[in-house]
Nanobody
Framework: QVQLVESGGGLVQPGGSLTLSCTVSGSIFILYSMGWYRQARGKQRELVAMYKTGGDAVYSESVKGRFTTSGGSAKWTVNLQMNNLKPEDTAVYYC???????????????????WGQGTPVTVSS
């Protein structure tokens, strides 16, 4: 019913940039926020940025000043611009949405349990 599709990951050299995108599909009527998480090998998943519709984005200290999340040009799309990437940014990145949608019975459903499939980011020379 609701899907998050991520794109934009890849291999980049230290100091380089990448832009991740997360697009929500389905019968969406509101997107409250979109969180960007990452999970490095052998580590726990961590929140790095959160886009808030109509509000200020928040960032973890490890990415503040380097990453920017914003609404995309397409509806229900949120981007994560990552600049000055470091090897320690290497991880699988996931988006997670807090949203409302209509189920097949046209009933409104609120959920925070919608995740993208993950996109790998590798920062290496």
């Amino acid at each position: 019913q609701v899907q998050l599709v991520e794109s934009g990951g890849g291999l980049v050299q230290p100091g380089g940039s990448l832009t991740l995108s997360c697009t929500v599909s389905g019968s969406i009527f509101i997107l409250y926020s979109m969180g960007w998480y990452r999970q490095a090998r052998g580590k726990q998943r961590e929140l790095v940025a959160m886009y808030k519709t109509g509000g200020d984005a928040v960032y973890s200290e490890s990415v503040k000043g380097r990453f920017t999340t914003s609404g995309g040009s397409a509806k229900w799309t949120v981007n994560l611009q990552m600049n000055n990437l470091k090897p320690e940014d290497t991880a699988v990145y996931y988006c997670n949405a807090d949203l409302g949608y209509y189920n097949p019975s046209y009933e409104p459903v609120m959920t925070k349990d919608v995740w993208g499939q993950g996109t790998p980011v590798t920062v290496s020379s």
